[in-house]
């Protein structure tokens, strides 16, 4: 029995170490769910069944009129640390090849735990567009800069171009993933990921596995 109990503590170590990122998916399933913030007040947002990759449901964006960048913000994470990993993704839907409206991935900083509006600069991005096919996959890494503690958080953007060919894409089967787990993610509904389990829960809980097969 105390083998057992030892290899399966040193297994919850191991577990530990090897699971610290966190990941989480978002296909706008709900039926409510849009955005948690957005740039500008020419993006009209909705959970529509128009058009989906997955299930029946994506995000619609509409830019109208047409001026400047319109971005709706999908997914954010705060309590980040220097040198953090952050991949994300999301599949964009046009079908205007070589023409508007496109769209990308982008990404900025916020600096207040508390607001997802506080910008504090730009995090760059893919710089390729969807590509007018229909469903198209974007993605990006970033390694976050905490710019000597002025940036807290990070906010995934989804970018309109729209133009003379039309002013309407849809975003679906958005993703995310943060190498660390005492960050918080937030999706696109405004939920967030809840609270990751600690080491110490684990073995409590293993060890009163163990005292009730006693």
């Known amino acids: 029995m105390k083998k057992l109990l030892t ?7 191991c577990g530990v170490s090897a699971y610290g990122a966190m ?6 399933e709900d039926g409510t769910g849009t955005a948690l913030s957005q740039y500008g007040a020419n993006l009209y947002l909705s959970n529509s069944t128009e058009q989906a990759y997955e299930g029946t449901h994506s995000l619609k964006m509409i830019e109208d009129p047409l001026s400047g960048t319109p971005q709706a913000f999908v997914w954010w ?5 220097e040198g953090d990993g952050i991949v994300a993704s999301f599949y964009m839907y046009d079908t205007t ?3 508007s409206p496109s769209g990308r991935i982008w990404g900025h900083y916020t600096s207040d ?11 760059s991005g893919n710089l390729e567009y969807s590509d007018g096919s229909g469903w198209t996959n974007l993605q990006w890494s970033w390694t976050f800069d905490s710019d000597g503690g002025a940036n807290d958080g990070f906010v995934c953007e989804a970018r309109i ?3 003379s060919g039309g002013n309407v894409v849809y975003v679906d089967a958005a993703s995310i993933t943060v190498s660390n787990n005492n960050a918080k993610i937030y999706n696109a509904a405004g939920d967030s990921v809840p609270e990751p389990i600690t080491l110490s829960v684990l073995v409590l809980g293993l060890g009163a596995l163990f005292l009730r097969r006693k």
Not at 23 to 28: A, C, L
Not at 117 to 123: E, K, P, R, T
């Open 23 to 28: 990941s989480w998916d978002y296909g706008w």
């Open 161 to 163: 171009y729209a133009g």
């Open 113 to 123: 735990p508390t607001n997802i509006n506080s910008y504090s600069g730009s995090a």
């Open 77 to 81: 994470v705060t309590g980040l640390s």
């Open 7 to 13: 290899f399966l503590i040193a297994f919850v170590f």
């Open 97 to 99: 090849p070589g023409g």
